[in-house]
């Protein structure tokens, strides 16, 4: 096990490579530079002072040779500094990062309370009115796009009713609240971007779930389980669920990824103060060595996210084994 999880952390240095490649290089195939982002038209700025600054930024030079300069950096860990404020990217990243984190760890959480036991009692009830309904509302969930979800539950919940905030990670009076209510405060606002985020994720993981379900609940050691009188309840939850679950990990290792891109868009719509609304900040004003860090902090994450579901194999089946 030891050598398959060095194996894998090995690989991890060339698909960053392969990744940051393409980042970077897509980022400068597209039109517009920071020079014009920065000054835009402004006839009072000479075609000089443009020239000295993307010499200082070593925009002057070819892509290749660009990107071995910001490789050498990010080889001291070193991410630069942002063109916009001269701030360190990392230290921008640091400040983000655990705004996406809480609204990850909660929207995965959420998914794994809810669609596990939804998959779980409609393979059980499989046919039954339940089944049925639980299974039009899994492709209501496939069909919806997310983005649009996330506007309607702003409309209804935010604008019209008033229930939730629609934005924010906290307001700026927050410091006038006591320890618990601050708490509670921060629930609140957590409501409707987890619910956004783990909606998709609640539709696929169930469904999955279920198919698993139905394949193992038919297979003979269930039937042997059952004859011998043990619980219902024991057979499904003890038996079926734990074998059934190996589908489930390899989904759940995929489903990270997906809420860590979906962050750029739900962090936008709720101006959530994480890294995902940096990123797409960055993008929109042109601030390479911004994009290129959260571009690898977020492939970092999602292929570390990929190896953990690999390895909970293993501990979920002991018949597996890596050489």
Known sequence: MVRYIAKRLLLIAPMLIGISL???????????????????????????????????????K??????????KR?????????????????????????????????????????????????????????DKVMTIIVFIGYATPTFWFALILMVVFGFMLGWFPISGLRPWYIEYYSSGRQVADLLWHLVLPVVAASFGGLAGISRYTK???????????????????????????????????????????????GLISGSFIFETIFAWPGMGRLGYEAIMQYDYPVVMGVGVIASMMTLIGILISDILYAFIDPRIRYK
Request: glycine share 6%.
């Open 62 to 71: 070819p892509v290749h040779i660009q990107y071995l300069l910001w490789a």
């Open 74 to 130: 990010l080889a001291r860990f070193d991410f630069g500094n942002s063109f916009l404020d001269d701030r360190p990217v990392m230290q921008k990243i640091v400040e983000r990062l655990p705004a996406t984190l809480l609204l990850n760890v909660c929207a995965l959480a959420v998914i794994l309370l809810i669609a596990l036991p939804i998959g779980v009692s409609s393979a059980v009830r499989h046919g039954s009115l339940y």
């Open 211 to 257: 198919s698993s379900m139905l394949e193992v609940l038919r297979q003979d050691y269930i039937r042997t389980a059952r004859a011998k009188g043990l619980p219902e309840r024991k057979v499904i939850y003890k038996h079926a669920l734990r074998n059934g679950l190996l589908p489930i990990v390899t989904i759940l290792g995929f489903a990270l990824p």
């Open 22 to 60: 393409i980042t970077f290089i897509v980022m400068h195939l597209a039109p517009g530079d920071p020079t014009s982002m920065r000054y835009g038209l402004n006839p009072e700025v000479s075609g000089s002072a443009r020239a000295e600054l993307k010499k200082l930024y070593d925009l002057d």
